[in-house]
């Protein structure tokens, strides 16, 4: 079965640094890209960054794009998000996904809030 | 980037009656390689996101008959037949043709 376990979530100050962090099991996490999306408050899903499998290729949003770098750990299955210079309009629950290529999106975790506020 | 509106923002339904969610997509989303990158997802209160349609008209392991996905080019369709009370929630249509990953706004359904 797969399991995705996002952390590392909380509250920040605007202009501040997080990392977060997806814990995948139950499949061959090289094979798979892995991508994070995001939900504003009471509001719809916004992809927020891809990766493929091997780590080669990394996509982002507009909206993130020279703020938020994604990798990926395959000798420990996890996926992480580091987010700088974060914004109050960056607060939301973030979800990690795995895509059994790139541009799908299979699988989410439970997702983690990022509150960012002074 | 490619704009994916849906319609309506809300539905309530009768169980056991039928409800059809449409996307409509500012490009088509015809990919090079033949595929067409539609996804539907079902997001439950409460609840993460769960992908129930992929490349248009496939359902995902576990989904229920009753979802079907169509549509080509630029117009899709999600259609709930015979609704449950399980499937209260907000639909998302998703195009992963184009690079950004773009979704829709999405259509809350509810009973009536």
């Known amino acids: 079965e797969v399991q995705l376990l996002e952390s590392g979530g909380g509250l920040v100050q605007p202009g501040g640094s997080l990392r977060l962090s997806c814990a995948a099991s139950g499949f061959t996490f090289i094979s798979y890209a892995m991508n994070w999306v995001r939900q504003a408050p009471g509001k719809g899903l916004e992809w927020v960054s891809s990766i493929s499998g091997s780590g080669s290729s990394t996509f982002y949003a507009d909206s993130v794009k020279g703020r938020f770098t994604i990798s990926r750990d395959n000798s420990n299955n996890t996926l992480y998000l580091q987010m700088n210079s974060l914004r109050a309009e960056d607060t939301a629950v973030y979800f990690c996904?795995?895509?059994?290529?790139?541009?799908?999106?299979?699988?989410w975790g439970q997702g983690t809030l990022v509150t960012v506020s002074s | 980037e490619v704009v994916m509106a849906q319609s309506p923002l809300s539905l309530c339904v009768t169980l056991g009656q039928s409800a059809s969610i449409s996307c409509t997509s500012s490009q088509s989303l015809v990919h090079s390689d033949g595929n067409t990158y539609l996804n539907w997802f079902q997001q439950r209160p409460g609840q993460s996101p769960s992908r129930l349609i992929y490349k248009v008209s496939n359902r995902d392991s576990g989904v229920p008959d009753r979802f079907s996905g169509s549509g080509s080019g630029t117009d899709f369709t999600l259609k709930i037949s015979r609704v449950e009370a399980e499937d209260v929630g907000i639909y998302y249509c998703?195009?992963?043709?184009?690079?950004?990953?773009?979704f829709g706004g999405g259509t809350k359904v509810e009973i009536k």
């Open positions: 996904a795995e895509g059994e290529a790139l541009r799908a999106l299979g699988c």
């Open positions: 998703m195009q992963g043709t184009h690079w950004p990953l773009t």
